[in-house]
């Protein structure tokens, strides 16, 4: 029986979408399951899981106004990886230096276009990695940017304090 399209969603600022799935950012910069100089796709599961991985990384204080929503499907019959919790250190959330090497070891094994991983800021939901080297990359349905506004409620009760 044939697996299910998953479909995956990422948020970033509209001057980057046209090269949200390369993986250059997290090679420039590195992340918290790659070393900086591994190309990774970050995505997570919902939009709305979407939105919490990158709020907790924004100024609480100022809503950015230049932010897209980006969908894309996996392939139909791409085999889904996935690490547990229970795979990892009690508090892998805390030390980034695990969760790299197992991402950077992923990368270079090439085993799986995406990865499911644990979300740290909503635990029992999943963030997918895609490797953006592996040779199925090309069979990602990316869809059009869509414009995405966060709610200024977020952003007003931090800045009324």
């Given at each position: 029986?044939?697996?299910?399209?998953?479909?995956?969603?990422?948020?970033?600022?509209?001057v980057?979408?046209?090269?949200?799935?390369?993986?250059?950012?997290?090679?420039?910069?590195?992340?918290?399951?790659?070393?900086?100089?591994?190309?990774?796709?970050?995505?997570?599961?919902?939009?709305?899981?979407?939105?919490?991985?990158?709020?907790?990384?924004?100024?609480?204080?100022?809503?950015?106004?230049?932010?897209?929503?980006?969908?894309?499907?996996?392939?139909?019959?791409?085999?889904?990886?996935?690490?547990?919790?229970?795979?990892?250190?009690?508090?892998?959330?805390a030390?980034?230096?695990e969760?790299?090497?197992?991402?950077?070891?992923?990368?270079?094994?090439?085993?799986?276009?995406?990865?499911?991983?644990?979300?740290?800021?909503?635990?029992?939901?999943?963030?997918v990695?895609?490797?953006?080297?592996?040779?199925?990359?090309?069979?990602?349905?990316?869809?059009?940017?869509?414009?995405?506004?966060?709610?200024?409620?977020?952003?007003e009760?931090?800045?009324k304090?």
């Amino acid at each position: 029986m044939p697996l299910e399209p998953t479909m995956i969603w990422r948020l970033c600022r509209a001057v980057h979408a046209a090269g949200a799935f390369s993986g250059e950012g997290a090679r420039r910069y590195g992340g918290r399951w790659n070393s900086r100089g591994v190309p990774m796709v970050y995505c997570s599961s919902s939009l709305a899981l979407a939105a919490v991985e990158l709020f907790v990384h924004l100024d609480p204080t100022q809503a950015p106004s230049d932010m897209v929503a980006i969908s894309a499907t996996l392939p139909e019959d791409e085999p889904s990886r996935a690490i547990a919790q229970d795979e990892l250190p009690p508090d892998w959330w805390a030390n980034p230096a695990e969760t790299r090497a197992l991402g950077d070891a992923w990368i270079r094994e090439g085993s799986s276009l995406s990865l499911r991983v644990p979300s740290v800021p909503i635990r029992a939901e999943w963030n997918v990695l895609v490797n953006p080297l592996h040779p199925r990359m090309a069979e990602v349905r990316i869809d059009p940017p869509q414009p995405f506004v966060f709610d200024a409620r977020m952003f007003e009760r931090v800045a009324k304090k």
